[in-house]
C-alpha cells in the first residue's frame, strides 16, 4: 500500500493564517463608520426639517381646499373656514362665517407639529358659500429651521403652494 505525502493528506490552513478579524481590524472599522455617521449627521437633520415643513404645509393647503369645497357645496348650508392658532400649534376648520360665530360641533383640529412654526396675514380665512370666494388675500407660512414654504391664498378662493 502506498502511502499519499503528507501535504495531501492534510487540508488545514498554515499556522500563520489566521481566521477571523484581528482587533485592530475591527477598531479600524468602527472608526470609519463613526466619522461616516458624524459627516452625513446634519444632512439627515436637514431632510428631517425640510419634510416637515412640506407635510405641514400640503396638509394645510388640503385643509383650506377642503374648507372651500364645503363652502362651494352649500354643505351645512353655511360658509366655510381655517383659523390658525401659532401660539398652541394648530388649526382648525370650522362651519360658519366666522370662527367667533361658528358651529362648534363641526370642529374639526389639526396639530401641527411643535418644531413648525406657521405665520399669516391674517389668521382666518372664510370662504364664501357657492362661489368660494376668500375673505383674505394672502400668504400663510410655514416654517421649520432654515426652510419654508408659503401658501398663496387669493381673493377668488384660489390656493397655491409658493
Same mark, same amino acid.
Given at each position: 500500500? $502506498?502511502?499519499?505525502?503528507?501535504?495531501?493528506?492534510?487540508? $488545514? $490552513?498554515?499556522?500563520? *493564517?489566521?481566521?477571523?478579524?484581528?482587533?485592530l481590524?475591527?477598531?479600524?472599522?468602527?472608526?470609519?463608520?463613526a466619522?461616516?455617521?458624524?459627516?452625513?449627521?446634519?444632512?439627515?437633520?436637514?431632510?428631517?426639517?425640510?419634510?416637515?415643513?412640506?407635510?405641514?404645509? $400640503?396638509?394645510?393647503?388640503?385643509?383650506?381646499? *377642503?374648507?372651500r369645497?364645503?363652502?362651494?357645496?352649500?354643505? /351645512?348650508?353655511?360658509?366655510?373656514?381655517?383659523? *390658525? =392658532?401659532?401660539?398652541?400649534?394648530?388649526?382648525?376648520? =370650522?362651519? /360658519?362665517?366666522?370662527?367667533?360665530?361658528?358651529?362648534?360641533?363641526?370642529?374639526?383640529?389639526?396639530?401641527?407639529?411643535?418644531?413648525?412654526?406657521?405665520?399669516?396675514?391674517?389668521?382666518?380665512?372664510?370662504?364664501?358659500?357657492?362661489? /368660494?370666494?376668500?375673505?383674505?388675500?394672502?400668504?400663510?407660512?410655514?416654517?421649520? /429651521?432654515? =426652510?419654508?414654504?408659503? *401658501?398663496?391664498?387669493?381673493?377668488?378662493?384660489?390656493i397655491e403652494?409658493e
Amino acid at each position: 500500500m $502506498k502511502s499519499l505525502p503528507v501535504s495531501h493528506c492534510e487540508n $488545514k $490552513k498554515p499556522w500563520h *493564517i489566521a481566521s477571523g478579524f484581528t482587533l485592530l481590524e475591527l477598531l479600524m472599522v468602527l472608526a470609519i463608520s463613526a466619522v461616516m455617521l458624524l459627516m452625513s449627521a446634519p444632512l439627515v437633520f436637514q431632510f428631517y426639517q425640510n419634510q416637515l415643513v412640506t407635510d405641514a404645509s $400640503k396638509q394645510l393647503q388640503d385643509t383650506l381646499t *377642503i374648507a372651500r369645497t364645503y363652502s362651494v357645496a352649500n354643505l /351645512g348650508d353655511t360658509p366655510h373656514g381655517v383659523r *390658525i =392658532f401659532p401660539a398652541s400649534s394648530t388649526y382648525v376648520l =370650522f362651519q /360658519g362665517e366666522t370662527y367667533a360665530t361658528r358651529l362648534t360641533s363641526e370642529d374639526q383640529t389639526y396639530p401641527v407639529s411643535p418644531s413648525v412654526t406657521v405665520t399669516a396675514t391674517s389668521t382666518e380665512v372664510v370662504f364664501s358659500q357657492l362661489y /368660494g370666494t376668500s375673505t383674505v388675500d394672502g400668504v400663510w407660512s410655514v416654517f421649520a /429651521g432654515t =426652510f419654508s414654504r408659503n *401658501i398663496r391664498i387669493y381673493s377668488s378662493g384660489n390656493i397655491e403652494m409658493e
